[in-house]
């Protein structure tokens, strides 16, 4: 899908205040990273490395994994096409309502798929691959690892693969990175973009057993991460708790903010475990009309969730901001109503 996703601040042409539309972190990113980057610019003028291997060994060591268990991609996204076309011909699970890419990924490679809801998750798969985004993106809903061990024990020649993108915007799941050393049939994908704010540079990995990913790394092009994303991790990985954000804080950010939305006439707050959460309109409104009139009279962007496959009904997403970006959002919702 090259449109329909959040974050479409581009079609605005900076005439947005407030973006409630992303998920990644609103506090942008570090000025140690931004700083680093200016110190790496000279970096455009050559080739990167052909697979951004560099980064398998920082990985590896933080993680404590084995570098060979790791691929480095241009975003989550990179990752999730090469799968699917590792299983072209064959069929698919996505446990929905989710992210859109896993559905485009099995279309344009010709895998046959399904979707199941999140209350199927622990029934019988007869597919070749399933894809589980945990926590989900835009519900929140988690899927605890003991849950995610019994579908592993149980279904040997499926391969699961688990998108932790948003991993470290809950506190209520652990990674499941530890457990690709056990299951050979788990693949976890995850994004540094999201976290350490800097999507534009498209910077993801998956983990799997060393087999799988040499099988992915054949059908990998050459040069996919740039320069500068390559720094960027490199940065990140030797100082990755330092400019990580403390979760708790931030949740209780979302629940003061997830209180005042509720208490708005025509909105419900679908309940989950993230700092971004799903919000029904009742009362016969519109999705589509509640963010142009935001866009158009308050410069304020929110995420119209009504094109997510399996979705039903009326619902926006909205990501927590600033104190000031949610009042200021807060009191455009009450002016709609």
Known sequence: MIEGHGDDLYQFKGNIKYNFSSNVYYK????????????NLNQIQHYPSPAASELNTLAAQYFNLEENNFLFTNGAVEAFYLIAQYYSGKSATIVGPTFAEYEDACKINKVRYNFISWNQIENKYTADLVFICNPNNPSGSVL?????????????????????????????VKSALSLTKKYKNLTVVRSLTKTFAMPGL?????????????????????????SLAIASGEFIFSNYKKMSFDISTLLKEVDIFKQAVNAIDYLEVVEGETTYFLVELTKNKKAAALKKYLVEEH?????????????????????????????????????WE
């Open 202 to 226: 498209r910077l993801g990995y998956m983990v799997s057993e060393s087999n799988f990913i040499d099988k992915i790394v054949a059908l990998k092009m050459p040069w996919s991460v740039n």
């Open 28 to 39: 942008g990113c570090s000025p140690l990273l931004m700083q680093n980057l200016a110190q």
């Open 299 to 335: 410069q304020l962007l929110i995420r119209d969730a009504t094109n997510f496959t399996g979705l039903t009904g009326e619902f926006i997403r909205l990501s927590v901001q600033t104190e000031l970006a949610n009042v200021t959002l807060i009191n455009a919702l009450k002016e």
């Open 144 to 172: 605890k690892i003991e849950a995610l061990k019994r579908l592993l024990k149980a279904h040997p020649s499926t391969r699961f693969v688990v998108d932790e993108a948003y991993n470290e915007f809950t506190n209520t």
